[in-house]
Nanobody
Framework: VQLQASGGGLVQAGGSLSLSCTAS????????VGWFRQAPGKEREFVVG????????YFADSVKGRFTISKDNAKNTVYLQMTSLKVEDTAVYYC?????????????????????WGQGTLVTVSS
């Protein structure tokens, strides 16, 4: 299974951007999906993750209320919609997936639990 992330770019603070993550196989019909990001000079951090089969989705506090996640089963694609972007949202964004859902909320936060990773797409938010 391969993941292809796209949609990054340059946007002004307060603006919006939508990222896409397309899987080569039918991965997003079940299992766990997540988005992570890594800002320059910083460690990778969790953004959002969940089981899109149900209503279990978890967001980092820093993006709660501004970011949403959705999927298109027909296109085998997961979207990360980002609104009210801030300069501190600047980072390379990575999508990740696993064939099975995780047993706990904490597990979605851990990048090591995801088997598949996209190549990353750069989001730059200017002031």
């Amino acid at each position: 299974v391969q993941l292809q992330a796209s949609g990054g770019g340059l946007v002004q603070a307060g603006g919006s951007l939508s990222l896409s993550c397309t899987a080569s196989g039918r991965l997003f019909s079940s299992g766990a999906v997540g988005w992570f990001r890594q800002a320059p000079g910083k460690e990778r951090e969790f953004v959002v993750g969940g089981n899109l089969n149900g209503a279990r989705t978890y967001f980092a506090d820093s993006v709660k209320g501004r970011f949403t996640i959705s999927k298109d089963n027909a296109k085998n694609t997961v979207y990360l919609q980002m609104t009210s972007l801030k300069v501190e949202d600047t980072a390379v964004y990575y999508c990740a997936a696993a064939p099975l859902t995780f047993a706990s909320m904490r597990a979605y936060y851990a990048g090591g639990n995801y088997r598949y990773w996209g190549q990353g797409t750069l989001v730059t938010v200017s002031s």
